[in-house]
């Protein structure tokens, strides 16, 4: 079994780049540290290191070691703070990885409302992060719940998910456009128009996306800026620069000059998805993904 302490010397050493810094951050001397990283090569059968009078670095497969070396110590830390707080009579807290998504539409801020008030001093730590790094995060079980934007394989060995959210679109138009005052919008009469496209950073493919569903409606969008979340493209349509599509858990947050107005024959939803992993049976996180699915059931 690899000692945990000579994995933390080594993530120190190949942060410092220096023996002699890192020696100084570990508060012990040069000699025994140097000894240390070198037993751990010799362990491994692996050379992490490249050596030379001014300085160390990482080879290529340090590299690698290190991005395992370092999702191991941040587990084994949660392990040991999650003992203590057992120890302790508490329920071990909760690691929550999510999308902005989940907090602009409610899903995520409604459930830990709930939680809340059922279990007020449990300690929740959250994580904002893109959905790949969240579902990473689970296998390596340095969080228990993530809230992502895709639907993880359904063959998938580790994790189990369920959607808490499929929420309709709105148009959102500037209150002085002309479409404002038609009764009946038709695919037809967005053709012509300017476009705010929403761009979700953890969603790489959220433009394409938006073009394709309305191409698919009967009009390829004419898209003059992109904004990096919806409040934004919200505040341009209020400006008068262009239309765009915010989800219907949003409409309250629609700021003054900005009309909203139902599509129902565009077909184009937004969509979140919660995910844990098979084994962590721990019932407080059973609990919260059970709020999470009963609070946004379809």
């Known amino acids: 079994m690899i000692d945990l302490r000579q994995l933390k010397y080594f993530v120190a050493v190949a942060e410092e780049e220096h023996v002699g810094r890192a020696a100084e951050r570990l508060?012990?001397?040069q000699s025994p540290l140097s000894r240390q990283i070198?037993?751990?090569?010799e362990r491994l059968g692996l050379m992490l290191f490249e050596r030379n009078q001014q300085r160390i670095r990482l080879t290529r497969d340090g590299h690698t070691f290190l991005a395992e070396t370092r999702a191991l110590l941040t587990h084994a830390n949660r392990l040991e703070s999650l003992g203590r707080r057992l120890g302790r009579g508490e329920d071990g807290g909760l690691c929550i990885g999510y999308i902005e998504n989940a907090m602009h539409s409610g899903v995520l801020s409604n459930a830990l409302r709930k939680l809340r008030l059922s279990r007020p001093d449990v300690h929740i730590v959250l994580y904002s992060q893109p959905s790949s790094m969240q579902l990473e995060g689970l296998r390596q079980r340095s969080l228990d719940i993530a809230l992502v934007n895709t639907q993880p394989d359904v063959d998938d060995p580790d994790l189990e998910f369920a959607q808490v959210l499929d929420d309709r679109m709105l148009l959102a138009l500037p209150e002085l456009h002309p479409l404002v005052d038609k009764d009946n919008l038709q695919p037809?009469?967005?053709?012509?128009?300017?476009?705010?496209s929403v761009i979700h950073k953890e969603d790489a493919n959220s433009r394409d996306d938006f073009v394709a569903a309305c191409v698919k409606t009967g009009f390829s969008p004419n898209i003059k800026l992109e904004a990096g979340e919806p409040l934004t493209a919200l505040g341009l349509v209020a400006a008068g620069l262009g239309l765009t599509l915010i989800q219907h858990s949003l409409r309250h947050n629609a700021p003054e000059g900005v009309v909203l107005r139902e599509i129902p024959w565009m077909f184009y939803t937004t969509q979140l998805w919660a995910v844990w992993h098979k084994a962590n049976l721990r019932p407080l996180v059973t609990?919260?993904?059970e709020v999470l699915v009963e609070d946004n059931a379809q």
């Open 27 to 29: 508060h012990i001397s």
């Open 188 to 196: 037809a009469d967005l053709i012509e128009q300017d476009w705010i």
């Open 287 to 289: 609990h919260f993904r």
């Open 38 to 41: 070198a037993q751990l090569e």
